[in-house]
C-alpha cells in the first residue's frame, strides 16, 4: 500500500509518470523502455495508446488540498497548524511538507489519515483506465 501512496506523494507539477503495461512500470517516459529500443527516432507518439498510461496529474491529485485537510483535522497543535500552514502557501510545498512532517514525526500519522484519499485517486486511475491492480 506504501508503495501507492508513495508514488502519489512523487507526482509533482512539472513532471508528469506515465504507467507501461508491457513492463509494468511507473516512470517519466511517455513510452517503455522496449519501445524505446525499437521505435523510429522520428515516429509520433500515438495519442490514445493502449500501453502507456499517462497517470494523474499534480492538479488532478491535488495535494494542497488533502494536506491542509490533514493538517485542520489531525493537527491539534498549534504552533504545528501554523508551520504546516505556512509551508502550503508557497509554490513549491510538497517536499518542504513533507520533510517537515517527518522532523516532526507526523509522517506515518499523515500516511494513516490520508492514505486511503491517495488509494482512492490511484483505484479511480486505474478503472478509468482499464488497468486491474490488487490493493489490500
Same mark, same amino acid.
Given at each position: !500500500?506504501?508503495?501507492v501512496i508513495d508514488l502519489m506523494l512523487a507526482v509533482r507539477d512539472s513532471r508528469p509518470v506515465f504507467y507501461? #503495461? &508491457?513492463t509494468n512500470q511507473f516512470d517519466y517516459w511517455p513510452i517503455s523502455e522496449i519501445e524505446r529500443e525499437t521505435l523510429d527516432p522520428n515516429a509520433r507518439i500515438p495519442y490514445k495508446d493502449l500501453n502507456n498510461f499517462r497517470f494523474p496529474t499534480y492538479e488532478k491529485?491535488?495535494?494542497? /488540498?488533502? !494536506? +491542509?485537510?490533514?493538517? #485542520?483535522e489531525f493537527v491539534e497543535d498549534k504552533a504545528v497548524r501554523k508551520q504546516l500552514f505556512d509551508i502550503l502557501r508557497r509554490d513549491e510545498y510538497m517536499d518542504?511538507? %513533507? &520533510?517537515?512532517? +517527518? /522532523? %516532526? &514525526?507526523l509522517y506515518n500519522d499523515f500516511i494513516d489519515a490520508c492514505g486511503d484519499i491517495y488509494i482512492q485517486i490511484f483505484e479511480e486511475w486505474a478503472e478509468e483506465n482499464?488497468? &486491474?491492480f490488487r490493493i489490500k
Open positions: !500500500m506504501n508503495t507501461h #503495461k &508491457d491529485i491535488d495535494h494542497g /488540498e488533502i !494536506m +491542509r485537510f490533514y493538517v #485542520k518542504l511538507y %513533507l &520533510d517537515k512532517l +517527518r /522532523e %516532526l &514525526d482499464g488497468l &486491474d
